[in-house]
């Protein structure tokens, strides 16, 4: 089974700030990696996919990088209403979910 | 529009089965994916499995042995089974579509239930 870390579990960013998540990989997933944002109380959403494509209708300040094991998600300018945990999801080989990243305002 | 709504009892005692229903509407089973996502009270994502548009099912392996899916085509419903129920079963069961495969491999999850939560007690 593919394992996955993702770091930090907790980020405290201030609006304005520039704020990257990271998800590492055991095993090369070459582009098949998703972004979920799940805020309190809901289902997740979908924020990117494949690495770097943008979902429609998700904010541009949202980005998505990365290549084989190391992946990168990037929020340019924080928002209050990006507070969520964001989860980053393999489906290279036997699905799976990061543990996640809690995102609060500092 | 595109709908999927998850239900079943919020209550299951320790040791029995749990059965949920996934009851979908605005597309067809046939045409796409359904998966089962859990989590647990205070936790991250689980992906639990998948139902395939063709009928075909595949499982997360730390399931395999107690977790059953299924479906009916003509209610637009999929099922989840799961028995031997712990407490630590204990959470949210969410239903989500798989988008359309690409011809490069991509998908992912369009939309998702809103989500049942289920609690293991006595």
């Known amino acids: 089974d593919i394992q996955m870390t993702q770091s930090p579990s907790l980020l405290s960013a201030s609006v304005g700030d520039r704020v990257t998540l990271s998800c590492n990989t055991s095993?090369?997933?070459?582009?098949?990696l998703n972004w979920y944002q799940q805020k309190l109380g809901e289902a997740p959403k979908l924020l990117i996919y494949?690495?770097?494509s943008l979902q429609t209708g998700i904010p541009s300040r949202f980005s998505g990088s990365g290549s084989g094991t190391d992946f990168t998600l990037s929020i340019s300018s924080l928002q209050p209403e990006d507070v969520a945990t964001y989860y980053c999801y393999q489906y290279n080989s036997g699905p799976t979910f990061g543990a996640g990243t809690k995102l609060e305002l500092k | 529009q595109v709908q999927l709504k998850e239900s079943g009892p919020g209550l299951v005692q320790p040791s029995q089965t749990l059965s949920l229903t996934c009851t979908v509407s605005g597309f067809s089973l046939t045409s796409y994916s359904v998966h089962w996502v859990r989590q647990r009270s205070g936790k991250g994502l689980e992906w639990m499995g998948r139902?395939?548009?063709?009928?075909?099912?595949s499982y997360n392996s730390a399931f395999t042995s107690r977790l059953s899916i299924s479906r009916d085509t003509s209610k637009s419903q999929v099922f989840l089974e799961m028995n031997s129920l712990q407490t630590e079963d204990t959470g949210t069961y969410y239903c989500?579509?798989?988008?359309?495969?690409?011809?490069?491999?991509?998908?992912?999850?369009?939309?998702w239930g809103q989500g049942v939560m289920v609690t293991v007690s006595s």
């Open positions: 139902m395939w548009s063709d009928g075909v099912t």
């Open positions: 095993q090369n997933i070459y582009k098949y």
């Open positions: 989500a579509r798989n988008s359309a495969y690409y011809s490069d491999g991509t998908s992912y999850f369009d939309y």
């Open positions: 494949n690495v770097n």
